[in-house]
């Protein structure tokens, strides 16, 4: 009897607001993971793999949090503050403690799966603490679907604002700090709503909690600060933009004599030797092409590509499809990729569509195209192996004229050789009649291409003549030279890249880990 005033001081608090810090919990619980398949999918790619690792060590620490949670037997409301402000500390702090560690990759995983992990245990202490402190006040069936209905809920908010809200407004390390306030508004909120409760000093815990607060209130002040921090030293040279998109990370950087775009930490071009790939990739095309009016660009959204098709005056319209506006609008928020691409994205006969390449083939009912030059990242996720799957090339052919040519970037065939033929032989199996070839690119190395037309074609002798200007690298000598592969690069044994399989992924992981032009 003699805990019956103690009991009777909780009835009367606002158990209901109890239920508010489950949804909280939820919600800043299932963010913490999001945010981890996040970055390791950034750094290590493969976002499915990085993902079904992330969840099931988030999902077994969880089950070690519940099963530590036994081991607590008295004063449970100030042991379930101390794991409030401790999530608020470990997941308030794990974006920018992931982003310092980009540059050591030896040490980037074990940070990551052990952050992951402390902060799965932590949050599954949390539940079976505040249930068993609701004990009393409730029928357990009642209590048991209140709770359950309430940390479901705070997951379906959380997976909603996260791709929504938090990462295109917010960024990653911002989020993480933020939602790390919360945690700890919840633990310092927590100290009065379980105050009659509360063994000990509740100045103490409060304490602590202005502390926490205060310390992710100064690393939300310095969040770009602690980002750039990270980034100057995953990045040889100076970052003079970034941004972080809700597709990917770009960061733009810059030397003496060039600047450098980078995606996810991957390198993408470099505008002292672009021309060389950009040049490989059209004109063979529209050599083989040279009366093409109507061209499709699918990726390209730096306008490098689209660049070299303007040159053409028999080029009408030019359709661009890429997934990312932050790509498309990437010329205008920094002006020197406008002046490379020489504002190739404002002229008249180009319509840019932010869309997903195969969702926009699926619906597309346009007029058909003379030309497609296919510029997409290597495929080092499957959302992007997707798009070299024989799905994604028959779909191609059903909005393209009996005479197209294609013209599409296929990676290194030096180090991801069997990525490279991979590529060759899913759109043959497609139905094209596909011609490799390569060039020397300084800043990728020896990097791989492919024409491909319905039917067999002779290969381009010489450039077109009707483009407004020649081209800096490309001459009819070293055009003929590009079709010849050298023993090092032959054909080998491949799968065909199919949606139910998409092994073009595994090769490329397997071929390049995380290096390469992704």
């Given at each position: ?352 569509v932010n869309d997903d390449a195969m969702i926009w083939l699926e619906s597309f009912t346009g007029s058909r195209f003379d030309a497609v030059i296919i510029d997409f ?142």
């Amino acid at each position: 009897m003699a805990d019956r005033p103690v009991r009777d001081s909780l009835n009367r608090a606002p158990v209901a607001l109890l239920y508010l810090n489950v949804l909280i919990i939820a919600t800043c619980g299932l963010i913490y993971e999001l945010l981890a398949g996040t970055l390791a999918s950034y750094v290590l790619g493969d976002s499915v793999t990085q993902f079904s690792f992330i969840i099931g060590v988030y999902l077994s620490a969880l089950g070690v949090g519940a099963w530590l949670s036994s081991f607590i037997r008295s004063n449970l409301a100030r042991k379930f503050i101390e794991v409030e402000l401790g999530v608020a500390l470990l997941g308030g702090t794990s974006a920018p403690l992931l982003f310092l560690s980009f540059a050591q990759l030896s040490w980037f995983q074990p940070i990551l799966y052990g952050i992951v992990f402390g902060i799965g245990v932590l949050v599954g202490l949390e539940l079976p603490l505040l249930m068993r402190i609701l004990k009393d006040h409730l029928d357990f069936g009642d209590l048991v679907s209140r709770v359950l209905t309430f940390d479901y809920i705070g997951a379906l908010v959380a997976s909603l604002m996260f791709p929504i809200f938090l990462v295109p407004r917010l960024g990653l390390v911002r989020t993480s700090l933020v939602f790390g306030l919360l945690n700890a508004a919840v633990g310092l909120w927590g100290t009065q709503l379980l105050r009659p409760i509360l063994q000990g000093s509740v100045r103490g815990l409060q304490i602590r909690a202005v502390i926490v607060i205060v310390l992710l209130t100064v690393g939300l002040i310095k969040a770009d600060r602690l980002t750039s921090l990270a980034e100057d030293r995953l990045f040889n040279n100076p970052i003079v933009y970034s941004t972080t998109s809700p597709y990917q990370r770009i960061v733009v950087t810059r030397d003496d004599r060039s600047f450098q775009l980078y995606l996810n930490g991957n390198l993408q071009f470099n505008s002292f030797d672009e021309y060389r790939y950009h040049e490989a990739l059209v004109h063979p095309a529209l050599a083989v092409a040279p009366q093409a009016s109507n061209v499709l660009i699918l990726g390209g959204g730096d306008g490098l590509a689209l660049r070299e098709v303007l040159k053409y005056p028999t080029v009408h319209s030019v359709t661009l499809v890429d997934i990312d506006p932050a790509m498309t609008n990437l010329s205008r928020e920094f002006p020197p990729l406008a002046e490379l691409n020489q504002h190739a994205l404002d002229d008249s006969r180009v319509r840019v569509v932010n869309d997903d390449a195969m969702i926009w083939l699926e619906s597309f009912t346009g007029s058909r195209f003379d030309a497609v030059i296919i510029d997409f990242p290597d495929p080092n996720t499957f959302a992007l192996g997707k798009l070299y799957t024989t799905r994604f090339f028959r779909l191609l052919l059903q909005h393209v004229s009996d005479d197209v040519v294609v013209s599409i970037q296929c990676t290194t065939p030096l180090v991801a050789r069997r990525s490279y033929w991979c590529i060759i032989r899913t759109m043959e199996a497609a139905g094209f009649t596909v011609r490799p070839y390569h060039t020397a690119v300084p800043s990728f190395g020896d990097w791989g291409f492919a024409l491909a037309r319905r039917r067999p074609f002779e290969l381009p002798l010489q450039l077109g003549t009707g483009a407004n200007s020649s081209p800096r690298y490309l001459t009819n000598e070293l055009l003929a030279t590009m079709f010849v592969m050298p023993r090092d690069l032959d054909p080998i044994d491949v799968e065909i890249n199919r949606l139910d399989n998409q092994s073009l992924v595994r090769y490329y992981e397997s071929d390049l880990g995380i290096n390469g032009r992704q």
